[in-house]
């Protein structure tokens, strides 16, 4: 009688399991089944890769290109040189994977704008043809020449050069797909209007990750509300062919939902490119060779060229970099590469015919096979043996996995074998694990969140009362904080991988055993660098003083590390490099909570006041100072020893913000030596910003006469300044800002 009622409930109870394992996959809220089923395309193309075409080649402003020829950006004579030779060379298409979107500066023209107006050589300059003008002509006697642009700030739609031709009601479908990333833009940078005007083609190279960051698929149709636009892909397939052709896009013919194709195809020429609903192309991914697919650019310059045969018959060349620093990396299923391989792939799986898709109905055919699989073991688990419904289990699972590599290897087709098993797999363990897992959760969520970032006791606070911890994030004022090691290269050249791990776990230990002292919230680790903030999750009374008073302490903190690194390079004999610090302080209205995605989140803060924060510890290298705090903090510790150091623009922000160096507590600020410096100072900096540039003179001497702050370098600096200005009268309204031009 008990097996009997056993039966019927166990029925129900694994009936019920698998409805709700069902619409966990459905839903997908946790990501795992798209983690999953990435997981086995990913192995599927290393497994099975495409082979080379032999079609494409990779022009690379690489590193020894960079140190032969110079700096990047080059003058565009030099670019005009490189593409005029790439098309002697043989190149059937020319692609450039980046923009050109400000005038030369080094062009005659622009350099001539820099000379006043009596100086000899600024009407022959201004007679010279522009450095732009020469690579126009070299773009437009090419004739092969794709431009290319992407997310930008200029609002002008780009130049249209060839046309997509679709029916009425496809361009408003394409044209009412806002909501996903990667097709849809507003405003884009973009290649001048000469250079787009001598180019044969321009297309998008806007690149969209998946959630996970990883770049899967690429858009071949891009639109900006008003207008299809293609992708650079399809222009130098458009080009490939001629030029004559006009890309077509249409539904593909009989199509449904449960066939192993896309919904639409866009036709150029010869060439039939299956497109998803979202409007892109799943990549089929391949490793490029270094030695045989890539070129350096320095080779296709005059002073280089023709040293070696440079043989480009009838090959799509992409010229993009992979230099450090210039370098757009994309994480993709192969790892991460240049982002210009993310075209590349995608351009020569379409000039083979070699297409991955992925059905609309795919995850619902998988998520059936799995239930339908459940229902099966469950149902037999009642007949059969333990030892036969593993026999049959393993059966099952492993025809999962053969008709899904058959499907890839024949068709293409993209379907996930993992998620069936998986989920059988759960259906034995999910009902004792499910009920733990939930409560585990509550009772550790805020331990979880925030035990490895604030002190002891805002963590005590927090679980008496989860509440404070306002999930989605709120807007609240904070004091931010930035540090980093300077000269963080040079220090770890000369140290061992463990001794290196060691010193920066001693560095950031102290750093942080002072931060969580003073009621701060470490944010995160950045290799040697540490973000942190106050006044979040607990309210710090006074917090901009609190941030001040830590950073001084960290200056201080610094010592006795710097003095083990002193005995270690006596006994081997070796200069000590000794560690500084660069600290960045800014107090504002930012963003603050939990932030980051299903899988993975992070306490965390945003917003203008943040980013300056950033850019102040960036900046104090250039003025020559421990710390630099902006306008509202300093407002907040009048009575701290302070010093104007700038009104700068920082770069990313138009409007200018004073910057101050933070010298000391109350009690430098009462100091005679610093009073006397800071009445010269303020004298020194006011009349500079007002442009009395002899009263800044003057009273900068007075300034350095009396320093004994080690301010050496924030005086040289302004001595160069205001030199050049008395040579070199500023022209028009002087306001006094510097523009910062880097972090």
Not at 223 to 228: D, E, V
Not at 577 to 587: A, F, K, W, Y
Request: charged share 25%.
């Amino acid at each position: 009688m008990l097996r009997l009622l056993v039966h019927p409930f166990t029925r129900l109870f694994t009936l019920v399991l698998i409805l709700g394992l069902v619409i966990l996959a459905v839903l997908d809220t946790t990501g795992i089944k798209a983690r999953i089923s990435n997981f086995v395309f990913e192995n599927y193309m290393k497994m099975e890769p495409r082979d080379p075409s032999g079609k494409l080649v990779f022009v690379d402003i690489d590193d020894l290109s960079l140190s032969k020829v110079g700096q990047w950006p080059w003058p565009r004579t030099q670019l005009a040189q490189m593409i005029t030779n790439i098309n002697k060379s043989g190149a059937k298409v020319i692609i450039f994977d980046g923009v050109l979107a400000e005038p030369d500066r080094t062009s005659p023209d622009n350099i001539a704008k820099l000379l006043g107006e009596d100086h000899p050589a600024k009407q022959s300059l201004t007679e010279i043809e522009s450095n732009d003008q020469i690579l126009a002509q070299s773009i437009a006697d090419a004739g092969n020449f794709v431009a290319g642009f992407t997310y930008g700030s200029n609002p002008k739609p780009p130049e249209f050069k060839s046309g997509i031709k679709m029916k009425r009601d496809i361009r408003q479908y394409f044209l009412d797909l806002k909501n996903y990333d990667g097709i849809y833009f507003q405003k884009t940078a973009q290649f001048l209007p000469e250079l787009q005007a001598a180019a044969a083609g321009n297309g998008s190279f806007m690149a969209s990750p998946e959630e996970d960051a990883v770049i899967r698929r690429t858009g071949i149709i891009f639109h900006n509300g008003k207008q299809p636009y293609p992708s650079l892909m399809l222009e130098g397939i458009r080009l490939y062919q001629g030029g004559g052709t006009i890309p077509i896009v249409d539904r593909t013919p009989d199509y449904n939902n449960f066939q192993i194709r896309e919904p639409f195809t866009v036709k150029v020429g010869e060439y039939d490119i299956p497109l998803d609903a979202e409007g892109k192309m799943w990549v089929y991914f391949r490793e490029f060779d270094p030695k045989q697919e890539y070129l350096s650019a320095y080779k296709f310059l005059d002073s280089h060229y023709g040293e070696q045969d440079m043989d480009l018959d009838g090959k799509i060349v992409f010229i993009a970099s992979s230099a450090e620093g210039l370098m757009d990396l994309r994480a993709t299923p192969l790892g991460n590469k240049p982002g210009v391989l993310v075209h590349m792939n995608a351009t020569e799986q379409i000039l083979q015919g070699k297409y991955l898709v992925r059905p609309y109905t795919a995850d619902l055919l998988e998520i059936g096979t799995a239930a339908g699989i459940a229902l099966l073991i469950i149902t037999l688990s009642f007949f059969v043996n333990p030892a036969w419904l593993l026999m049959i289990t393993a059966a099952v699972s492993g025809s999962a996995f053969w008709m899904s590599w058959h499907l890839f290897r024949d068709y293409g087709g993209l379907f996930d074998p993992v998620t069936p098993t998986f989920m059988v797999a759960l259906i034995f363990v999910a009902s004792s694990v499910l009920s733990y897992l939930k409560t585990e959760y509550e009772r550790r969520q805020v331990r979880g969140a925030f035990g490895m970032y604030v002190s002891p006791r805002v963590m005590r606070e927090l679980e008496k009362d989860p509440s404070k911890l306002k999930l989605g994030g709120e807007n609240k004022e904070l004091t931010v904080m930035f540090t980093d090691i300077r000269k963080f290269t040079t220090i770890s050249e000369g140290l061992t991988p463990e001794e290196l791990i060691i010193l920066m776990n001693n560095f950031l230990t102290a750093m942080s055993d002072i931060v969580l002292e003073y009621k701060g919230t470490i944010d995160k680790y950045m290799g040697d660098a540490m973000m942190a903030f106050w006044n979040a999750p607990e309210n710090v009374e006074d917090h901009a003083k609190a941030a001040c008073r830590a950073a001084l302490e960290m200056q201080t903190a610094l010592e006795p590390l710097n003095e083990k690194i002193k005995e270690k390079a006596k006994e081997e004999g070796s200069e000590p490099v000794l560690l500084q610090t660069g600290i960045g302080l800014n107090t504002g209205i930012c963003a603050v909570g939990n932030m980051g995605s299903h899988q993975r989140f992070a306490y965390s803060a945003l917003g203008d006041s943040v980013n300056l924060a950033s850019r102040l510890e960036g900046q104090t290298k250039n003025y020559g100072v421990e710390i630099l705090i902006g306008e509202d903090t300093c407002e907040a510790v009048k009575e701290f020893a302070t010093l104007e150091m700038d009104l700068i623009r920082v770069k990313g922000k138009t409007k200018p913000v004073h910057i101050y160096a933070l010298l000391g507590d109350e009690e430098m600020a009462k100091n005679m030596a610093f009073k006397d410096l800071k009445k010269y100072h303020e004298i020194m900096i006011a009349a500079y910003q007002a442009g009395d540039f002899e009263e800044a003179r003057d009273a900068l001497q007075s300034c350095q006469k009396i320093d004994s702050f080690d301010l050496e370098v924030v005086y040289d600096l302004y001595a160069e300044r205001i030199k050049a200005l008395l040579a070199y009268p500023p022209e028009g309204k002087w306001d006094g800002v510097f523009d910062a031009l880097t972090k």
